[in-house]
Structures are given as C-alpha cells and as structure tokens.
C-alpha cells in the first residue's frame, strides 16, 4: 500500500463537513447555506474517496466487500434510471441529494484503513473539535448529535482515553442527554454511546453469547415489529403514544420555552404513505428512483390548505426523516436489501472474527445503527452519516479486527497523541 502521508484532502473535507453542520443547523435564522456548496463539497469527497480507494485499498478480504459492489451496481442502474425519469428542476435536484445519500457505501472502502481512518479523526479532534466546543451554543439544542458525528464515535472510547479526553466526552455526552429531553433521537444516540464504554469496562462479565444475541436482536427486532405493524397486529409507536402521553417542559438554547409531548406518534403516517405509495405505484421492488418521492397525503392537505397545486402537479415528499423507508422508495426492496446487508455484513464480521472486545462491541452498536434507522437518521449528506459508514468500514476492515486489545487501545490513544 502506497504511503498515506501523500494527502491530507480528504480528511480537510471532513472538516468542511462539520463546517457545513455547524452552519446548517444554526439556531441564528441568519445563517443559511447554499446547497450548490454542499453538492459541490459532497461530490469533491466522493471524488476523493474514489482517488483513495485507486492508491490505498488493496484488502486481504476482499470477498467480504463484494456486497458493496452488489450495492453499488444497483444504486448506479437506479440512478440511469432517475435520469430518465425527472421531468423537472424539483426531481433534478432530489436525483442529486438521494443519489450522494445513497452513495455513502463507498466509504468503507477507504474508512476501513486505519492509517486513514486516524488521520481523518486526528485532524478532526485537533481542529473541528475546539471549534465546535466553542460554537456549540449557536447549534439548535435538538440538533447537537448532527454536527458531532465523530464525537459520538471517539466518546465510545472514553474508557481508554486520556483523562482530560475523557472528561470532555463524558461532558458532550451529558450535555446531548439533558439539553433537550424532547430531542429523542439525541438522547438515544448518547445513551448508547454511554452504554457502548460501559459494555467495555465490564466486558470481563460480558459473555460473547450475550453479545452475539443482542447482535441479532437489533436485526430480528425491527423485522418482526414492521411485519407485526403492516398486518396490523401491533403498532410500537401507536403503544408508545397511548402508553406515556404526558407533556414536557423543555428550556433550548436560545432561551425559548416550548411544550412537547415525548409520546408523539410521527412515523406511523410516515410508514403508511410509504407502503400504499409503492404498492399504488407498483415500485415494490425495484423503487422509485432517488428522483422521485413517495405520494404524501401530508402534502396534499398542505397544498390544499393554500389553495394551490404543486408547479409538477405531483403530491409527494421526496425524503423523509426516517432513513430506511427512503431507501426502500428510492432503490426497491432489493436495493433495500443490498443496503441492510451491508450492516449485517459488517456487524457479523466484528461480532464473530474479531481479534478484540472493542470490535465486537463496535459491531452491536452498528446493528443497533440499523434498527435505529428505522426510527430516524436523516437521509442527509452530513458529517453524523458519514461517522456511522466509518464505524461500518471498521467492520469490514481485517486489519482493525485482527487487533489484540493492546493494539486497538494505541490505535485509539494514538488519536489524541500530541
């Protein structure tokens, strides 16, 4: 492998990554961000990743990668086809954003290098870090975990660290679990990142049984509760609202109070729009294209509240908050299977042919990525999606897995290193 010392581009794009979310999710209604910048950036990373994958990626597994390029091979044929199905500047403009979401994959091709995966964190600790510790007041309270993808990543870590990191993480991580209590998704994602440094301090208790079936639970789980929903037999976010229906006072950063209901059911309608919109449409299998969205009762009662028709004529909603259910409407169930199997992929090769305990936690926590995919992860080019594909490159990386314990620790150590 040719030396990684040649470049430092891609790792600077990360950084103007997190630049882009810092601004993005601004709470100052002033700050806006063109999107043409953001394709620009997206395909000046894409186009690096593909430059890195030429003169770095030369695995010993490279059977293990081959359902990416299944992936791929689908994702390009759906793309042709998206070409030829927009018929307006909207469905251009969709045919970009959900192709550079989709495109994510690729990324384990070069994340799975640790020489490049610590240069790129390296970067990111030294310097996007203490801007962002610094700047986080002018993010949107519920919106913390978009800009801090890496420090999600690094804060499993905090066990092994060096104790001034440590207090830091632990620190980022309290602050994204009590800042906004109606901000689910956030408090979620910290809590398991907690719980991902625990499982680790107790991982002489931790059986590898206990590990491979909480494994398999995040992928069953969802399978099962999505069939047992589509049948209507049971509705978990349906239970959930009429179980703990209660309001929260929530006090956000720019000093405003708001009520919230924590118990709101906001995906039920999501799921159902989704599914008659494919089975309407008969895209079950082959989906949409990423030019198109699904047919949204919600946009019509929106348009009709106005008194007018969409310029396209067209009621649909072109992405929705919830990542997998986009994927199923952009690239069909097989597309969409191609996709989950690379979770799966990663996650069983760091749960089963791993050398230390940090990868085989790492591989629940990218299981529990998918199952919480189901539930949100915003179909967005952003550096909180790109820091889920480095710890799924990780999976697929027989070099990381091969490490003993002692040498994952001073890989991890050595990211901190002055």
């Not at 990668?65 to 793309?79: D, E, P, T």
């Not at 980022?172 to 956030?186: E, K, T």
């Not at 090769?349 to 305990?357: A, Q, R, T």
């Not at 710890?391 to 990381?400: L, P, T, V, W």
Request: proline residues 4%.
């Amino acid at each position: 492998m040719r030396s990684i010392n040649r470049t430092d581009y891609l790792p600077i794009l990360i950084l103007l990554h997190t630049c882009l979310a810092i601004v993005g999710y601004s709470n100052r209604g002033s700050f806006t961000v063109s999107y043409h910048l953001i394709w620009l950036i997206a395909f000046l990373t894409i186009s690096c990743i593909w430059l890195y994958k030429y003169y770095y990626f030369s695995p010993n597994n490279t059977r293990d990668y081959r359902i990416v390029g299944f992936y791929l091979f689908w994702l390009l044929l759906s793309i042709i086809r998206g070409y030829f199905v927009a018929e307006n500047y909207w469905e251009d403009k969709q045919l970009i954003d959900g192709s550079l979401f989709l495109s994510f994959p690729l990324f384990v091709y070069v994340f799975s290098i640790p020489e490049i995966l610590q240069k790129t964190l390296r970067l990111w600790v030294k310097f996007a870090l203490p801007v962002l510790l610094v700047t986080l007041y002018l993010c949107r309270s519920g919106s913390l975990h978009y800009c801090l993808g890496p420090a999600l990543l690094l804060s499993c870590f905090y066990p092994i660290v060096p104790k001034k990191w440590m207090i830091v993480f632990l620190v980022i991580l309290a602050i994204q679990m009590v800042v906004d209590l109606g901000a689910r998704s956030q408090v979620i994602k910290a809590a398991v990142t907690l719980i991902i440094g625990v499982a680790y301090l107790c991982s002489n208790i931790l059986k590898p049984l206990m590990i491979k079936m909480i494994h398999w639970l995040c992928y069953i789980t969802p399978i099962i509760l999505l069939f047992l929903g589509i049948n209507g037999i049971f509705n978990p976010f349906e239970a959930m609202s009429e179980n703990y229906q209660g309001k929260l006072i929530q006090t956000y950063s720019d000093g405003d109070v708001a009520s919230e209901d924590f118990s709101d059911d906001t995906r039920t309608q999501i799921y159902v729009e989704v599914i008659e919109s494919a089975v309407k449409n008969n895209y079950i299998w082959h989906g949409r294209t990423p030019a198109r969205g699904n047919d949204s009762w919600t946009i019509v009662s929106v348009w009709r509240d106005i008194g007018m028709i969409p310029v396209s004529g067209k009621y649909e909603r072109h992405a929705n908050e919830v990542c997998h259910p986009n994927v199923f409407t952009w690239l069909g169930l097989i597309g969409m299977t191609l996709y989950g199997l690379i979770y799966l992929k990663s996650s069983y090769l760091s749960v089963y042919k791993s050398n230390n305990i940090w990868m085989k936690i790492l591989g629940v926590f990218i299981a529990f990525r998918w199952a919480f995919g189901w539930i949100e992860d915003m179909p967005n080019f952003e550096i909180s999606t790109i820091t889920l594909w480095m710890m799924i490159a990780m999976g697929f990386s027989e070099r990381f897995r091969q490490m003993n314990d002692q040498q994952y620790n001073e890989w991890v150590q050595k990211l901190f290193a002055k």
